[in-house]
């Protein structure tokens, strides 16, 4: 039967305190990287919710083509404040005449959070040419 010496027979405090400290550590530097992952997932819930508004307010405030003209609308959806913005597009457009029957218009939407956090959204649509802004 081997001789069992009561300093060797456990783990001393400073041992015990280097292993508590270490785990300590790994669990501080999980906390940290699942807060950062859960703010990285809230940031981008919220971009998708602001575009799906965006595309919302695109499909059904945008009038069509034949209606549309220069000008702003605004509104409020699920929450989220829009506004769309139609106007000419940077340059002068003009054609033989300046008898264009359709001429590029710039549609911006911008839609705002509750939160604050904002989404621009520009596209192209092309309106009558006899416009004025």
Do not use: C, Y
Request: proline share 7%; glycine share 10%; hydrophobic share 45%.
């Amino acid at each position: 039967m081997p001789p069992t010496d009561r300093r060797d027979a456990g783990f001393t405090l400073i041992e015990a305190l280097i292993a508590l400290a270490v785990v300590a550590v790994s669990i501080m530097a999980i906390g940290s990287v699942m807060s950062t992952n859960v703010r990285g997932v809230r940031t981008l819930e919220q971009h998708v919710t602001l575009m799906q508004t965006a595309r919302s307010v695109m499909a059904t405030e945008v009038p069509p083509p034949a209606e549309i003209g220069f000008g702003t609308l605004s509104g409020k959806t699920n929450g989220e404040q829009w506004r769309v913005e139609v106007g000419p597009m940077a340059g002068e457009w003009s054609a033989a005449g300046d008898k264009a029957a359709w001429i590029p218009a710039l549609v911006r939407i911008q839609v705002r959070a509750p939160s604050g956090a904002v989404m621009d959204v520009r596209t192209v649509r092309l309106v009558h040419g006899q416009q004025k802004p």
